[in-house]
């Protein structure tokens, strides 16, 4: 019984890594089919995706939105947090549906009602749009982030700053902070992914600065090709560096939070 | 005083998804009753469009498609799932929080990415078909293996099935062995053990983690366009061509908002299950 689910286990996560193992070998094989068997090792697609100035503006303009949306998320993120796990507050239950319903949403349906709303109010579609509409999909994750540092705090530590004299803010600025510090860095990280990695939502409300993700989806309805192999590893490598950055940040947490 | 500093931290969060969120899908609600005159929206109010949905046999069609493919993929990763939640929350030990990371991790390499490795994998000179060939398996390349329903429901299963292991995982860390020892005592075997113990006591986590999937796998548009070929028309797309191509808004807004509709009553149905059964669990 116990063999069998280990073996079942192994087979899952073998599953869950398989894509994007194909993924990284074929971004360093040495020809333009991308199929077995492997004809030798090139490094001539990364080359070719560094060298491509078009790909290049992509990048910065999903930095320039995943930035922003990164910081928007966490602050209001954190507020939402504090508010849900640490201070009590009238009407808690609506305020988490609110919440969540960005994520269970189909981001398709969100966008075109986006759309629709920018089209009516007369708002026109530019990154500042974009990064708008980022920031409510990705709110829900940030919260979650955040809310996971909280609840480890001891609210004791509260009380204590309060018998010592301490105003509400000054015990919120000297002792929640402080301890709520990592969960904030480990929500901006995932932020940041989950921006940089969003297409549907981002296609709808942009103009005409596009983003990568919007460049490499209308590449790959055309063509495949082993530059987007090559493209695909640079970004699932960054985001897995950028998160284990974050998993680490919050282990941090947990450990002095507790 | 203290209920009123979170009500404080509150309000700025509320006012933004109020203006971002609620607001767009109440005009979106209000489009719903809107109708096209050649290019102009012609706002005087009517049922036109729902009418509309209910007499179309396509839609219908579609809309029931994607309830179906949101069941179907529900099931699959349930029992694919369930083992892993099992061994992840009882069995993993020191391993628990890396395994439990190493599940999300793909997850971050974006939508676009994870259905483009499909591509590679399932394309007719693709991976799995130069496998199955060399392997003897078959003579010729499978041709139906992309482009199809089952590339579709292939990926989405991948896509979707940490969600469903972690729903169950959080149901499964809630379960205390005691009962099941309990049980053991009383003469319960295995299968019996899991149907009359294991089972109802996860039952709010497969609920929770069902309805993460379902509502993903119904809202997903890139999966099914860029892998389902011809089959890849789900009623997701069916919206997002009337926005772009057909610009029939308020026939679009009609049929989001009655799948947004279903899905609201499918939410209402699963937190009522969660509830009940947690009843039960907890006392």
């Known amino acids: ?258 | 005083m203290s209920l009123r500093v979170g009500t404080l931290l509150a309000a700025p969060v509320t006012a933004f998804l109020l203006a971002l969120c609620v607001a767009p899908l109440l005009i979106l609600f209000a489009y719903s009753f809107f109708r096209v005159d050649f290019v102009a929206i012609s706002y005087d109010p009517s049922f036109a469009n729902y009418a509309k949905i209910a007499g179309s046999a396509t839609y219908r069609g579609l809309i029931l498609k994607a309830f179906g493919s949101g069941a179907l993929v529900v099931a699959i990763t349930a029992v694919i799932g369930y083992p892993v939640a099992w061994f992840l929350a009882k069995r993993a030990g020191a391993m628990k929080s890396a395994l439990l990371t190493l599940l999300l991790v793909p997850l971050y390499s974006g939508d676009l990415v994870r259905v483009f490795a499909w591509r590679v994998l399932l394309g007719a000179e693709g991976v799995i078909n130069r496998s199955l060939i060399w392997a003897g398996v078959s003579d010729a390349p499978i041709q139906g293996l992309l482009f199809s329903p089952l590339a579709t429901h292939i990926a989405l299963t991948y896509n979707y099935l940490p969600f469903m292991v972690i729903g169950l995982w959080l149901a499964f860390e809630s379960l205390d062995d005691a009962w099941l020892e309990a049980a053991a005592d009383l003469g319960a075997r295995s299968p019996s053990r899991f149907a009359r113990v294991t089972l109802p006591l996860t039952f709010p986590g497969l609920v929770a983690g069902g309805l993460m999937v379902f509502v993903m796998v119904v809202g997903d548009y890139l999966t099914p366009q860029l892998l389902g070929g011809a089959s890849g028309i789900t009623v997701i797309s069916a919206i997002n061509d009337l926005f772009g191509t057909a610009f029939d808004w308020p026939l679009g807004s009609a049929i989001a908002w009655t799948m947004l509709a279903i899905l609201m009553a499918f939410f209402a149905v699963g937190a009522m299950l969660i509830r009940r059964s947690s009843l039960v669990g907890g006392s």
Do not use: H
């Open chain 1, 1 to 258: 019984m116990s063999r069998l689910s280990t073996l079942w286990v192994w087979a899952v996560f073998a599953f869950m890594y398989l894509p994007i193992a194909m993924i990284a070998l074929f971004s360093v094989n040495d020809s333009k089919i991308m199929s077995l068997p492997f004809s030798g090792f090139t490094l001539k697609w990364y080359a070719e995706v560094m060298g491509d100035g078009r790909l290049g503006g992509g990048f910065l303009t999903t930095l320039s939105v995943a930035f922003p949306v990164a910081i928007c998320a966490t602050l209001l993120g954190g507020l939402a947090a504090l508010a849900i796990s640490f201070y009590p507050m009238r009407g808690r239950g609506i305020f988490a549906v609110l919440l969540l319903a960005p994520f269970l949403i189909p981001k398709l349906i969100l966008a075109v009602a986006q759309l629709i709303m920018f089209n009516e109010t007369g708002v026109a579609r530019s990154l500042l749009t974009v990064i708008a509409a980022q920031t409510v999909i990705v709110l829900p994750f940030s919260t979650l982030v955040i809310a996971s540092v909280l609840i480890r705090i001891d609210r004791g530590l509260l009380e204590a700053a309060a018998d010592l004299g301490a105003s509400g803010l000054s015990a919120f600025r000297r002792v929640v902070l402080p301890l709520m510090a990592n969960g904030l860095m480990a929500s901006w990280v995932v932020a940041f992914v989950l921006s940089s990695a969003e297409y549907v939502l981002t296609a709808f409300v942009s103009g005409r600065a596009q983003p990568l993700s919007v460049l490499v989806a209308s590449d790959f309805r055309f063509a495949l090709s082993p530059s987007l192999n090559a493209l695909a590893v640079m970004i699932v490598f960054g985001n897995i560096a950028l998160v284990a950055l974050a998993e680490l940040i919050r282990r941090r947490a947990s450990k002095t939070g507790a």
